[in-house]
């Protein structure tokens, strides 16, 4: 008879390498659910009751697993093969690294990296408490890039930092399977299910959901569950909670939000250690139901702005500074440098970072639509008009129409509460001279001007950027990929990236799904490449009108070089070959 397993894999990777290597052994019939601590238990427990033999899991998961089962728990250890091949991938990394995890990962990090004579802090932990604690203590001694296990990966995004997942390969996962054979007939016995918050009605029209200090959600009836379906966490539309005066207050606690794009007034009482959250809709809105706005749910932090070349350190630390006050900021540069992210940094490095932050894309919107939202109505209120300590990213403000600008202008000489940074494609001075751009919305909102380097003005990034990405890559498809060869690297360093970073995303994306081995290869890169030089060649050629008399062909070829280097005629003189008072000459 096969041994029956529940496996518990804490991030998705896992779960396709355990399908794959345990489903080819016939000894065993497997069935595996992504989770990851205490968002593991009801499915373990679901598991006892189905008569399941054996359960496997790894690390801080495993253990915690342990002590609410009786079924035997095979912890998926992680091998020297899994800690080399991470080492291997960031061993040449310019950031300062450390290891934070469980024994078991610290352990084999520390015989790994003394062999490879590769010096790393390694901070060991017992319990997923202890991970900030060793984050902060980290990151106090200059870690910029974290590895370990989930717990520890998703602990420093929350923090603003970069975490690299150590996964487990398929030797991890054989030695694993010869522990279950030696274990699996452990009898099961029943564990008895208790609900919580019996005397709350689940019927109750107001929203009520009870969680403890750190957002673990104890309870939530059928009102809240229709508005956040079944969750163990604190919903993101509340986790603000944790950041304003903490969640755990010895004060009742009022506030206005929106959940789902709708206004709920939101009554915090505690109790305890817990606290319980009343939620209903609010009958005369205090803000708009922002259609048209977005609200990160995660909201970007400078240690998540990839790179230490000059120009992108130089941008990095001006725009720390602009954080540091509470003037509006202009932020320029081309489609897709990351402007978005250096407008959140600049909101979660500021005073108002507890505050919300709302991206505004103006090249995408209806405009009487955004007009209800910011300027509000009779009837409620606008986004400008509230008295909160948030934050507006105005992004692609040069797509406004002129009207719609001179509106803005006119709220904002009245004064808003929020601080509003914005963006465009072209520079500011650029703008300036443009007939078709409110001149006083400009230096309303452009008291401070941060140009966003192109890719192709700091190239020496592009090695950082891309290892970060494999990382990633490894993370959520359970690879081990561990670089690229100098070839591939050599190309992506002599392109010309008019897609920035979110093309280089893209085609390191499309080069790991074409990769065979653990590196990437020329040969994936050629695959890649011929439609790219394709598309880089046409897409140009489509932009001239080769009808036309030569003047106006080269004036043609001038304008789209022109706007390729954000109207910087410096930097486009440059790339033609030709002096700047010639290029002026010629567009005259």
């Known amino acids: 008879m096969k041994i029956k397993v529940k496996g518990i894999a804490p991030y998705p990777g896992l779960r396709d390498l355990l399908l794959q290597v345990v489903g080819e052994d016939n000894r065993f019939e497997i069935d595996v659910e992504v989770a990851d601590l205490e968002a593991a238990l009801p499915i373990v427990l679901s598991a006892q009751e189905q008569n399941y033999d054996v359960i496997i899991s790894r690390g801080g998961t495993a253990?915690?697993?342990?002590?609410?089962?009786?079924?035997?728990?095979?912890?998926?250890?992680?091998?020297?093969?899994?800690?080399?091949?991470?080492?291997?991938?960031?061993?040449?990394?310019?950031?300062?690294?450390?290891?934070?995890?469980?024994?078991?990962?610290?352990?084999?990090?520390?015989?790994?990296?003394?062999?490879?004579?590769?010096?790393?802090?390694?901070?060991?932990?017992?319990?997923?408490?202890?991970?900030?604690?060793?984050?902060?203590?980290?990151?106090?001694?200059?870690?910029?890039?974290?590895?370990?296990?989930?717990?520890?990966?998703k602990t420093a995004q929350e923090m603003g930092l970069h975490g690299i997942l150590i996964t487990s390969g398929v030797e991890s996962i054989q030695d694993m399977l010869s522990e279950v054979k030696s274990v699996h007939d452990i009898y099961l016995k029943?564990?008895?299910?208790?609900?919580f918050f019996q005397h709350i009605l689940q019927n109750f029209p107001t929203g009520t959901l009870v969680c403890d200090s750190k957002g673990k959600v104890l309870y939530l009836n059928d009102t809240c569950q229709q508005l956040f379906g079944e969750v163990t966490t604190l919903p993101n539309d509340l986790t603000f909670l944790l950041k304003v005066n903490g969640i755990h207050s010895d004060k009742i606690h009022f506030e206005h939000v929106l959940i789902q794009k709708k206004s709920y007034n939101l009554k915090t009482v505690p109790y305890g250690d817990d606290v319980f959250i009343?939620?209903?809709?609010?009958?005369?809105?205090?803000?708009?139901?922002?259609?048209?706005?977005?609200?990160?749910?995660?909201?970007?932090?400078?240690?998540?702005?990839?790179?230490?070349?000059?120009?992108?350190?130089?941008?990095?630390?001006?725009?720390?500074?602009?954080?540091?006050?509470?003037?509006?900021?202009?932020?320029?540069?081309?489609?897709?440098?990351?402007?978005?992210?250096?407008?959140?940094?600049?909101?979660?490095?500021?005073?108002?970072?507890?505050?919300?932050?709302?991206?505004?894309?103006?090249?995408?919107?209806?405009?009487?639509?955004?007009?209800?939202?910011?300027?509000?109505?009779?009837?409620?209120?606008?986004?400008?008009?509230?008295?909160?300590?948030?934050?507006?990213?105005?992004?692609?403000?040069?797509?406004?129409?002129?009207?719609?600008?001179?509106?803005?202008?006119?709220?904002?000489?009245?004064?808003?509460?929020?601080?509003?940074?914005?963006?465009?494609?072209?520079?500011?001075?650029?703008?300036?001279?443009?007939?078709?751009?409110?001149?006083?919305?400009?230096?309303?909102?452009?008291?401070?001007?941060?140009?966003?380097?192109?890719?192709?003005?700091?190239?020496?990034?592009?090695?950082?950027?891309?290892?970060?990405?494999?990382?990633?890559?490894?993370?959520?498809?359970?690879?081990?990929?561990?670089?690229?060869?100098?070839?591939?690297?050599?190309?992506?360093?002599?392109?010309?990236?008019?897609?920035?970073?979110?093309?280089?995303?893209?085609?390191?994306s499309e080069l790991l799904a074409l990769a065979k081995g653990h590196y990437i290869g020329i040969e994936e890169w050629d695959l890649v490449w011929e439609r790219y030089s394709?598309?880089?060649?046409?897409?140009?050629?489509?932009?001239?009108?080769?009808?036309?008399t030569w003047v106006e062909i080269e004036r043609q070829i001038l304008e789209e070089v022109l706007k390729d280097e954000g109207m910087n005629q410096s930097k486009a003189a440059k790339r033609l070959g030709i002096s700047r008072a010639t290029l002026w000459r010629k567009m005259q």
């Open 63 to 153: 253990s915690f697993i342990r002590k609410h089962v009786s079924i035997p728990v095979v912890d998926i250890p992680v091998s020297g093969y899994d800690i080399l091949r991470v080492l291997t991938l960031i061993k040449d990394s310019n950031s300062k690294l450390a290891i934070i995890g469980f024994p078991n990962i610290c352990q084999g990090a520390l015989t790994v990296s003394s062999l490879l004579d590769f010096e790393i802090p390694i901070y060991s932990i017992n319990h997923e408490a202890e991970v900030r604690v060793k984050l902060e203590k980290a990151v106090k001694e200059g870690a910029q890039i974290v590895l370990g296990d989930v717990v520890t990966v």
């Open 190 to 195: 029943s564990h008895q299910k208790a609900s």
């Open 278 to 508: 009343y939620i209903e809709p609010n009958k005369t809105p205090y803000m708009s139901e922002l259609d048209m706005v977005q609200m990160p749910a995660q909201i970007a932090s400078f240690a998540q702005i990839i790179g230490s070349s000059y120009e992108i350190t130089k941008t990095i630390k001006r725009a720390i500074a602009y954080a540091k006050t509470d003037n509006q900021v202009w932020l320029s540069g081309e489609v897709g440098t990351g402007k978005a992210v250096f407008a959140e940094a600049i909101h979660s490095a500021s005073s108002r970072n507890r505050g919300r932050f709302y991206h505004v894309a103006c090249h995408s919107i209806n405009e009487s639509k955004l007009a209800t939202e910011l300027f509000g109505t009779d009837s409620k209120v606008g986004l400008l008009q509230i008295p909160s300590n948030d934050t507006l990213y105005l992004e692609y403000i040069e797509n406004l129409s002129i009207q719609m600008q001179e509106r803005l202008a006119n709220e904002l000489r009245k004064g808003t509460n929020l601080r509003v940074i914005s963006s465009s494609k072209v520079t500011f001075k650029h703008l300036l001279k443009d007939p078709n751009i409110h001149q006083e919305l400009l230096h309303l909102l452009g008291e401070y001007q941060l140009v966003i380097p192109p890719l192709r003005d700091r190239t020496e990034d592009i090695e950082e950027i891309a290892r970060v990405l494999i990382a990633n890559h490894n993370s959520i498809y359970g690879k081990q990929f561990v670089g690229m060869r100098e070839e591939v690297l050599n190309r992506l360093m002599e392109y010309n990236w008019p897609g920035n970073l979110k093309e280089l995303e893209n085609i390191i």
């Open 534 to 548: 394709f598309t880089e060649v046409s897409s140009s050629a489509q932009r001239i009108d080769l009808n036309k």
